[in-house]
């Protein structure tokens, strides 16, 4: 989302915006893989660059910087941090691995830090032109230290908000994946059709008391599923969860890089027990730790082994395809079975757009578990 937003307010500003390089579900200019390691960039930003932005590849800039060097041009850069939250420490942990690429001459770092709204109030400002603003040649033209007030070559942006402040549909288009992670989803998706997936994300949520409640009010429903679809008894079940794929075997720690081990308590333990004492459930899990099988539940707990090439976290990108194309989707009702949560979001308005052009193999788009009534 955050890309997308700065991929439209380049445009509005008149500068081309470099594709980030990606790693543990961030983006970034100095992470180790490019950005369609992720993402396909031949749909989206190709529909998008008519008449919104324009951009370029990390390697062709890159190479234009190479270009620069090789006549004895240092590119003139500037690095402007922009932030919601006085709180937030990521972006003091970022290194600009670019800093001898560029000149930063009398160009000191810029920092801004602005309210973080879902939606803003008309008392807040027009937030798209507040950041055209900070982010335009015109301010530029104030912050610097010497005699030069042109506009720098290269901004470099370093950003943690997390809401909206483009108005445009394009924006909000999700950018699709990558072919070879769909391919991956595909077939994990074939080999367990039929199949309902569950996305349960328990991280933080308060009271505990209430995961095993959940569990088994997501059990009814599923065993009621069952009642009224007697050519599809029993389907497999795919789970998304942040919990430990791993169960308690050695080395097993939470699915999410947010969620720490030592956050899990007995009810966390006790919901998924509850789970697979009654479903046959499937789990993905990287192959470059090994799979203590003999720790594992004998029945009803499978691992898919995925080589995540070195980035655990299309893993999550894989579960979120194949969730997309089960026939049957679960997930906790926010604030009470789980974490409100994008991740859902993002696979239930997918299936409720299949669902309503028609898609056969959607059946129910979404039902959400709640503390039994």
């Not at 993402?39 to 370029?56: A, P, V």
């Not at 994946?177 to 991956?184: A, C, E, F, M, R």
């Not at 194949?322 to 989707?329: H, R």
Request: net charge positive; with cysteine; charged share 25%.
């Amino acid at each position: 989302m955050h890309f997308r937003q700065l991929a439209f307010l380049a445009g509005k500003i008149g500068r081309t915006i470099v594709l980030p390089n990606v790693h543990s579900s961030y983006l970034g200019a100095c992470l180790s893989s490019p950005f369609d390691f992720y993402y396909d960039q031949e749909k989206w930003l190709k529909e998008n660059r008519k008449g919104h932005f324009n951009y370029i590849t990390m390697s062709e800039f890159k190479a234009w910087i190479k270009e620069r060097q090789a006549v004895g041009v240092l590119p003139t850069a500037q690095e402007i941090h922009i932030q919601g939250s006085q709180k937030s420490k990521l972006l003091k942990k970022q290194k600009n691995c670019f800093k001898s690429s560029f000149d930063f001459s009398d160009r000191p770092i810029s920092s801004y830090q602005f309210l973080d709204l879902s939606h803003p109030r008309k008392k807040d400002g027009n937030i798209t032109q507040i950041m055209m603003s900070l982010l335009g040649d015109q301010a530029r033209e104030y912050e610097h230290i010497g005699d030069s007030d042109k506009p720098v070559d290269v901004i470099n942006l370093f950003y943690d908000r997390r809401y909206n402040f483009i108005r445009n549909e394009g924006a909000n288009v999700p950018i699709p994946y990558s072919q070879n992670l769909v391919n991956i989803a595909d077939r994990i998706s074939s080999q367990l059709k039929p199949y309902m997936a569950i996305h349960w994300r328990m991280e933080r949520l308060e009271p505990l008391s209430n995961l095993v409640p959940c569990a088994e009010d997501l059990i009814e429903r599923i065993h009621k599923l069952d009642n009224k679809n007697q050519e599809h008894q029993h389907p497999n079940v795919f789970l998304l969860t942040d919990y430990p794929h791993l169960l308690n075997a050695t080395g097993a720690r939470p699915e999410s890089s947010s969620f720490y081990s030592n956050q899990l308590r007995p009810e966390h333990h006790q919901a998924i027990r509850y789970l697979y004492e009654h479903l046959n459930v499937t789990l993905i899990s990287a192959t470059d730790r090994p799979i203590p099988y003999k720790e594992l539940p004998s029945t009803n707990w499978n691992i898919i082994p995925i080589d995540t090439y070195a980035d655990q976290s299309i893993l999550g990108i894989i579960d979120k395809l194949v969730a997309m194309k089960a026939q049957w989707f679960f997930a906790g009702k926010p604030g009470v079975c789980a974490k409100s949560s994008s991740f859902t979001g993002r696979i239930s308005v997918s299936r409720l757009k299949a669902f309503r052009e028609g898609d056969k193999d959607i059946i129910v788009p979404l039902e959400t578990f709640d503390l039994p009534s």
